[in-house]
């Protein structure tokens, strides 16, 4: 009798190897995430102590405008770090 012989399949190993993201992702990510913390630093503030005393200060420009639009784009670069690809 004969000896038969299974054909070997070999799977290459380079795509287990490969990190999903690269260094530039990770610097987008972080870029992301300041935004992100600067946004809502900026949104801190503008109460006051004594609760029979409004503040105007709680509806300036700073905290109503400015700090959305940062948090808002801080998500946005998150999105792109994601799909970020090398060329």
Do not use: H
């Amino acid at each position: 009798m004969a000896k038969e012989t299974k054909p070997q399949i070999t799977e290459s190993n380079d795509n287990q190897n490969v990190m999903p993201f690269g260094k530039q992702n990770y610097i987008i990510v972080l870029i992301g995430i300041a935004l992100i913390a600067l946004g809502f630093i900026l949104m801190i503030g503008g109460g006051s102590t004594d609760p029979d005393v409004f503040n105007e200060k709680m509806f300036n420009f700073q905290r109503l405008t400015l700090a959305p639009i940062l948090v808002l784009a801080g998500f946005v670069v998150e999105i792109v770090a994601i799909f970020w690809r090398k060329k």
